[in-house]
């Protein structure tokens, strides 16, 4: 699957498509030395590696603000390596990795020896996202300023809420020297208690532990008043709840800094899917129901909701086959997003473009990434799409480490069949290009 | 009549027993009767009949509980089986082995059947997908606990000698009561009219769904009923913040022979035991001719006899051998 080639590549005959810039169009692209040469009728001189992209779309490769590779300290769940192989078979190209790591990625240290392993070993581009306080402890602020020196793209104590209204109005005051946002995993968790699954009549019949609502919602609206007082930049992970919607579209219009993602299970779940799936369902926040679940396609579809991230949250099988409570939150998600995502086009809530636009472009501006662009120039990190191919999810295997997802089995529709970081090949399904 | 009503093709609810929620009127009246005819055995001078002579049932109970415990046990020797107790402070529970790992373990040392009590919501079914041995849910979490609710059918059947158009009243903590769940589907499924009657703190979200009415005010909830069921109410309750004292919860929800007044005539008071007394129930014993605490007791071995006959008894010519029915449980 994993082909080394050099930065340069000319593929043939194919659609190519960038929401960002407009273009659209059908021909050759023409990479050099890892950049777009240039696009359309164009030809190949000299012997570079031809591929041929016939039935194909070629667009921005995939921006992914939010996973969890693990490394340093899980390597049993995931590492940098097979993340990224996982990543490059979900086609993406960019992927933002949070900090809760063992160690926490809450040192320059930490952060440098992510950058390097994932040079050595990543096939897609990664980018740490730093600890808002030591240890995610909540009581004391990492230093920000070698963070971002480092590398660190933004803050997050995720998994957790920032501690305190005070930690997250220091946070945001802080971070605005650097111009990075903090990311808040919104959720009150003296509200959630001992919560394993989303309050409701689900959970009243399985006799489950609920987290209502009211448990996210609390926490965005904190956030938002602090935010107002606070300035910086705010980013709401995981939005799973209509009311967190409605305050978050609310405080857009009003011009407040705040930005927000969800994730493919909320628009594609409910809470009746812990029936079936168990411990595979079990995320945070939870799955709710179908009420908040058509809120988040309204929030996608009106640009509430800005992107749509994977929460890529790998967990080996010894671990999620537990008991239910007792097993931990979180799903894989990298290599499910797209087709889960696509079946929002094929439903018509979104166009394809406005799609790839919430998958590529619009994350990589909010975290001033310079990716998702199909620009003469640029990085050539892209994706090939066959829309019209059916596959099942997790057949034969997953290329995670592991294997904690609800959508094993599913049949979905739109496949990436090959994708390519700086013009080299890092996933080709079956060969699709070169064999 | 158990002959008929268990089919070749093996236990007429599954091979294993672990929620009560889908069982038809059919199959749950099907289990009241064979737990009628052995019924019987419990009042011959030899307390057994030989049709699970051979078969090993496991008691695996990571929570404590004498009655449910010492219930299968008996109800597992009166029909002959090996019992063994596995209770995780003395196993390897305690040197970190998962839930998993110590049913597959049970499994290979022979059981054909295991019981398993468990704090956990859907442990027991997450272990029958696992397993190959008849998993039986002795309570979990606060999921299900069937026999109780099978054994509640019972009694009710045997005191009042009806379940449909009865109105029962469920008293107490909802949100985290096993045994009201696995209630309230049987007892709808059956014909009665069900009310909960608990503080909103104790009543699930998302309890619109569910064919009952729900009542915060005692006096009310019971107006009428024939039936009231108490809960236990677990002292730790308070600690979370559900109710402010247990004394407070005593003076609203707490039984006496004065708030009974408001109930039917002759009502049938039941609890699942253990029982609090000055909490759920108070001191007084004016009640105790309407009290059904102990049958349900005793009427819980036959039930679980019922249960475990069921499912691993099988239709051989050796197991339904010396089965007793109505007709000819007494003899021997």
């Known amino acids: 699957m994993k082909k080394q080639r050099e930065g340069t590549l000319f593929v043939k005959n194919v659609q190519f498509f960038d929401p960002a810039e407009g273009i659209s169009g059908f021909g050759n692209v023409l990479i050099k030395d890892g950049r777009v040469a240039s696009m359309g009728e164009v030809t190949a001189s000299g012997a570079v590696q031809e591929v041929n992209g016939e039935g194909l779309l070629l ?99 995720d998994g957790k809420p920032v501690s305190t209204s005070r930690m997250l109005r220091r946070a945001l005051e802080y971070s605005r020297l650097f111009n990075r946002p903090i990311i808040d995993h919104c959720e009150d968790l003296n509200l959630s208690d001992k919560g ?166 619009r994350p990589a501006t909010l975290f001033g990434l310079p990716r998702g662009r199909l620009i003469p120039g640029g990085e050539a990190d892209f994706v090939l799409l066959d829309l019209s191919h059916g596959w099942e999810a997790g057949t034969p295997g997953y290329c995670s480490k592991s294997r904690n997802s609800p959508f094993t089995g599913r049949r979905m529709w739109g496949r990436v069949m090959a994708t390519i970081v700086g013009g080299r090949i890092v996933y080709d399904k079956e060969g699709v290009l070169c064999g | 009549m158990i002959h008929d009503f268990l089919p070749t093709g093996g236990p007429p609810f599954g091979p294993h027993l672990l929620s009560v929620s889908s069982m038809s009127p059919e199959v749950l009246t099907g289990i009241l009767d064979t737990a009628e005819s052995f019924l019987e055995v419990g009042h011959q001078s030899v307390k057994k009949v030989p049709v699970l002579r051979g078969k090993t049932l496991v008691n695996l109970f990571y929570e404590s509980s004498t009655r449910t415990r010492s219930s299968f046990e008996i109800a597992a020797k009166r029909l002959s089986a090996d019992v063994i107790n596995v209770t995780p402070s003395q196993s390897s529970v305690t040197k970190g082995e998962s839930l998993i790992d110590t049913v597959r373990t049970i499994e290979a040392l022979g059981a054909d059947g295991v019981v398993i009590r468990h704090p956990s919501s859907g442990a027991p079914a997450f272990v029958a997908d696992r397993v190959r041995c008849h998993v039986i849910n002795g309570g979990d979490g606060c999921h299900q606990h069937p026999t109780q609710a099978l054994l509640d059918l019972f009694t009710i059947r045997k005191r009042k000698g009806r379940i449909k158009g009865l109105t029962v009243a469920i008293v107490g903590d909802i949100l985290h009561s096993r045994v009201a769940r696995s209630n309230i589907s049987t007892l709808t499924r059956m014909g009665a009219q069900v009310r909960l009657v608990a503080p909103p703190t104790l009543i699930p979200a998302g ?97 679980r006899m019922a249960v475990l006959y069921l499912l691993m008894g099988g239709r051989s010519e050796e197991s339904s051998m010396g089965v007793p029915s109505s007709e000819t449980g007494g003899k021997e």
Not at chain 1, 94 to 101: F, I, L, W
Not at chain 1, 303 to 319: C, L, Q, Y
């Open chain 1, 59 to 157: 667009c921005p490769g995939f921006v992914d603000l939010h996973a969890h590779f693990r490394e340093p300290g899980f390597e049993y769940k995931e590492t940098i390596a097979t993340g990224s192989l996982a990543a490059a078979a979900g086609g993406f190209t960019t992927v933002c990795v949070m900090a809760n790591t063992d160690p926490v990625n809450d040192s320059a240290d930490v952060t440098r020896a992510i950058l390097e392993r994932a040079q050595d070993v990543s096939l897609a581009r990664v980018y740490p996202i730093g600890a808002v306080t030591r240890g995610l402890l909540g009581e004391q602020m990492t230093e920000m300023g070698r963070l971002s020196d480092a590398g660190c793209i933004a803050f997050s104590d």
């Open chain 1, 196 to 361: 394993v699954m989303n309050e409701g009549s689900v959970s009243a019949e399985l006799g489950l532990a609920g987290i209502p609502n009211a448990s996210e919602e609390v926490c965005v609206a904190r956030d938002l008043s602090v935010l107002e007082v606070a300035g910086g930049r705010l980013h709401v992970a995981h939005l799973s709840t209509a009311g967190a919607v409605r305050m978050i579209r609310e405080a857009k219009k009003r011009h407040l800094p705040v930005t927000a993602e969800t994730c493919p299970h909320y628009f594609a779940l409910t809470d009746e899917a812990v029936r079936c799936h168990g411990t595979h369902a079990k995320m945070n926040p939870p799955l709710r129901n179908e009420e908040d679940r058509l809120a988040i396609i309204e929030g996608l579809k009106d640009g509430t909701i800005d992107v749509i991230a994977t929460d890529h949250a790998p967990h080996a099988s010894h671990e999620k086959e537990q008991e239910f409570d007792r097993a931990p939150f979180g799903i894989i998600g990298l290599e499910t997003a797209f087709s889960l995502s696509f079946d929002l086009v094929r439903e018509g809530h979104l166009t394809l473009s406005e799609l790839i636009y919430r998958l590529s472009t």
């Open chain 2, 207 to 303: 309890i619109s769904s569910w064919p009952v009415t729900v009542f915060h005010r005692l006096e009310e909830g019971i107006a009428g009923c024939d039936v009231v069921m108490a809960l236990r109410l677990q002292l730790e309750r308070a600690a979370g913040g559900f109710i402010p004292s247990l004394s407070e919860y005593a003076r609203l929800y707490g039984l006496n022979a004065r708030i009974l007044e408001k109930a039917a005539s002759d009502p049938l008071v039941m609890h699942p035991g253990p029982v609090n007394r000055g909490v759920e129930i108070s001191e007084e014993e004016c009640f105790v001719k309407s009290s059904a605490i102990l049958s349900q007791v005793e009427y819980g071995v036959s039930v």
